[in-house]
């Protein structure tokens, strides 16, 4: 999975906006988690949404406080998502999309 978020922060066909940066943690204690931030606008939650194989979706936003996030990135440092594995009933996330909705236009990467 790692490398499916690394291809999200670095695919240079991929990336619709290189100030969209994160981290895919993995499952760690029975969640999904990780962090996304759009540099531009550090006030403004990303959403994430993580996607299996089986086309389960499940929407979260990066909205929680990461005490790593805030000492090295701008901004508040809430910018966490957490989605529990039960949601995904078995199935491990095959792709992530992140995304912003600014008043102007919709910004979207894909991983």
Known sequence: MAAFWRR????????????????????????????????????????VTLVTSGGRRIETLADHYRADVHRTQPGHGYYGFRVPARLLQGEEPRRIVVGAVTLSRSRTARG
Do not use: C, H, N, Y
């Open 8 to 47: 999200l922060l670095t695919g240079p066909a991929k990336r619709a906006d290189k100030e969209i940066v994160g981290s895919f943690d993995g499952l760690v204690g029975g969640v999904w988690q990780g962090w996304a931030l759009d540099r531009t606008m550090p006030g403004r939650p990303l959403t």
